[in-house]
């Protein structure tokens, strides 16, 4: 039973994405398609422990799905004539019965290239698409997704249906383009397989560095579309790139999983079959695109196969490949590529030559949290014998990153250059540390301590925890506030000056600290503030989001269902973002859809009654909205903003805004993300 149960689940593997979209291609509703083949899944489950596994699975899975799309067409009794021509497609391809050999029922390969299109339809968010072609091309179940992205199933079950729901709101046709229209598509296809094989590669979050199983899915979708599309170079040049990539998996960790840089790696562990692989794949690339400039993906593989040809990495072709980043950044101009360039710049010329590139990115607010901008600044100036420069870097670098392999290294990088760092400057007083004696003071309110709080995180962020506090310079200061908040309202911009104000006078930065020691000094009049103006007017409300902006908001996939309720209750009910948040249970009449909040009454409407139920699940007292863990002992809040029954504060301004910015940064044409005020306009 057992063997069988795993002979299905291999089959359904590599025969899925046909079944799927020869179901598509009948019915036109990739749902149902789905849905049709998981009935034809479960009939295998059934009937092959006793009857045995047919000499060709695959079709007799595509048979008995396209039976159980009659069956389906038939009872909802659609007209005749698409009855007729199911029909003589069925009587085309008979079914085979278990354990015979059967006619093969494959569908057309175009069927296959037309599901991956539809699966990475720009209608789509990247979150929806990576579900869906994983879940469909890959056979892989929501469980086996959420596992390799560290998110719930549910919540994958929830994506990939709203993106199902989508695509078929849409109306998307299960046609194949052709001209530029297909280029545009296939290059939304390839940006799905490389962001499923980069998360494999380079784990953004985790305990583990690399996860096999999605750098294997992203290989294996590569390789049918090149099958698919094989005049297309850049097809197999992301072939190749992933080909080449994937050769270094074994080398790229430790004994205890700790990464291991490409210059220390040992290449005798690379794996030379996926080499030649991607060789000929690049080869292809460049048949295909003769007499056409090569495009990012044909680039980036021709800079991995530099990388393949070094036997060591003393004979690496630095200046080859700074060459070739200097022609993908010709063609894709973004700040990681700028940042690469960099990188191999600083190998081919020096590393001041680098640092210089590096400098100019380091305003670039698309870079503000990527950790691998201090990481690469770190090794510049770590070669340049600038230790202590180069630890707080590593020292950045370590608190910006989610995967906790890569923390490890960066947090050993930086105490290996402790003893060359110099521990006296300032006095030995670092910026993280005064930071947490500033909001660690007495008297402080919840609220103060979160405020300053933000301020400080992001200039330890920006600067490092580790940077004497004698360094922290208006012109250093200046250029976060730039980076951070340079297109903030004229209040928020005033509110993290007035937070570094209060810092400074506090330190003796400026000559004006507080004697005590329990509060806010003068004014101070220099200092790391002194390059940063007091905005003034008041600021314009913002636009509200557009009924297309909505639509795609409420669709979102992965949302929790706190923010799914606040998000509707905040526009159903126009109210004051700081009035729903002080909503509490037991004022809520369900019934007439309304609450009081002191002299205010709060009203909603059918979505939200929708949803409220579920988020009180049998509360009767406390905050309606409840932050994620209990509160430390040091920051406890009063009773009102505590609920009784789970122990958790009430959800804060703050975190509620920073939510929502994250999950709006996709339909923000400038990428900052919308705040809550937006969904009342």
């Known amino acids: 039973m057992a063997d069988v149960h795993r002979t299905v689940d291999a089959v359904w593997k590599l025969e899925s994405a046909k079944i799927v979209a020869a179901l598509t291609r009948m019915v036109h509703d990739v749902a149902l398609a789905e849905e049709l083949a998981q009935d034809a899944l479960v009939a295998a489950l059934e009937q092959w422990p006793t009857a045995g596994i047919p000499a060709n699975p695959g079709a007799w899975l595509t048979a008995i799905a396209k039976r159980r799309a009659v069956d389906h067409i038939r009872r909802a009794e659609l007209h005749s004539r698409k009855q007729e021509e199911l029909a003589h497609e069925l009587a085309r391809h008979p079914a085979e019965e278990p354990g015979g050999a059967g006619e093969a029922d494959e569908p057309g390969q175009d069927d296959v290239l037309r599901l991956m299109l539809i699966s990475c339809h720009p209608v789509l968010s990247t979150e929806a698409r990576v579900a869906l072609t994983l879940r469909l091309l890959g056979g892989l179940t929501a469980e086996e997704i959420g596992r390799a992205f560290l998110t719930p199933a549910t919540a ?54 690399i996860r096999p199983g999605l750098c294997q899915e992203a290989l294996r979708l590569g390789r049918l579309l090149a099958e698919l599309a094989p005049d297309e170079p850049e097809v197999h040049g992301l072939v190749a790139l992933m080909e080449v990539q994937a050769s270094r998996a074994a080398a790229r960790t430790g004994p205890s999983g700790e990464p291991v840089q490409l210059h220390e790696q040992n290449r005798g562990r690379w794996d030379q079959l996926l080499i030649r692989r991607g060789f000929g794949a690049l080869l292809r690339a460049r048949t295909a695109g003769a007499g056409r400039p090569p495009g990012p993906y044909v680039l980036q593989a021709a800079i991995a196969v530099c990388h393949a040809r070094a036997r060591s990495a003393a004979d690496t072709d630095w200046a080859q490949i700074a060459t070739l980043y200097g022609a993908l950044e010709r ?44 990481s690469v600044r770190g090794d510049l ?77 992001r200039l330890e962020l920006s600067l490092g925890a580790g940077l004497p506090l004698a360094s922290l310079t208006a012109d250093r200061v200046a250029g976060v506030f730039a980076a951070a908040w340079g297109g903030a309202a004229p209040a928020t911009w005033n509110r993290h000056r007035a ?88 004022d809520l009449d369900l019934d007439d859809r309304r609450a009081l909040v002191g002299d205010t009454w709060v009203g909603w409407r059918a979505a939200t009654a929708r949803l409220l139920p579920e988020l009180i699940a049998g509360r009767t007292r406390g905050p309606l909205f409840l932050a994620d863990r209990r509160p430390g002992p040091a920051r406890r809040p009063g009773p009102a903003d505590l609920c009784p029954e789970t122990g958790r504060s009430r959800l804060s301004y703050e975190r509620a805004e920073y939510l929502f910015k994250r999950a709006t940064r996709g339909l923000d044409p400038d990428g900052r993300g919308y705040t809550l005020r937006q969904l009342r306009a």
């Open 156 to 209: 994958i079950t929830q994506r990939i249906a709203a993106a199902k729901r989508t695509l078929a709101e849409h109306g998307v046709p299960f046609d194949l383009p052709v001209g530029e229209e297909l280029a545009e598509r296939l290059a939304s296809v390839l940006e799905v397989v490389y962001l499923v094989f980069n998360e494999g590669y380079s784990a953004t979050s985790g305990e583990d560095l």
């Open 381 to 457: 100036l770590e070669r340049q014998g600038r230790a202590a420069n180069a630890r707080r870097e590593f020292e950045r670098a370590a608190a910006l990153t989610r995967n906790a392999a890569e923390r490890a290294f960066l947090e050993r990088r930086a105490e290996a250059l402790a003893a060359a760092a110099d521990p006296a400057a300032a006095g030995g007083r670092t910026l993280g540390r005064a930071a947490r004696e500033f909001l660690g003071r007495d008297g402080l309110d919840a609220g103060t301590v979160r405020s300053y709080g933000q301020t400080l995180r």
């Open 499 to 586: 937070a570094v104000r209060s810092f400074a006078a506090w330190a003796g930065l400026d000559g004006t600290a507080d004697p005590h020691g329990d509060g806010p000094a003068d004014e101070p009049s220099g200092g790391p503030a002194a390059g940063i103006e007091r905005r003034t007017g008041r600021s314009v409300p913002a636009a509200g989001l557009s009924p297309e902006q909505l639509a795609a908001l409420w669709e979102r996939p992965g949302a929790a269902l706190r923010e799914r309720t606040l998000w509707r209750l905040l526009h159903e009910s126009r109210a004051t973002v700081a009035a729903v948040l002080a909503l509490d249970v037991q």
């Open 331 to 374: 063609l894709l101009p973004t700040p990681v590529v700028r940042l690469n360039r960099a990188v191999a710049v600083g190998m081919a010329d020096g590393p001041a030559a680098g640092l210089a590139l590096v400098e100019g990115l380091t305003a670039d607010p698309a870079l503000r949290d990527y950790h691998l901008l201090p």
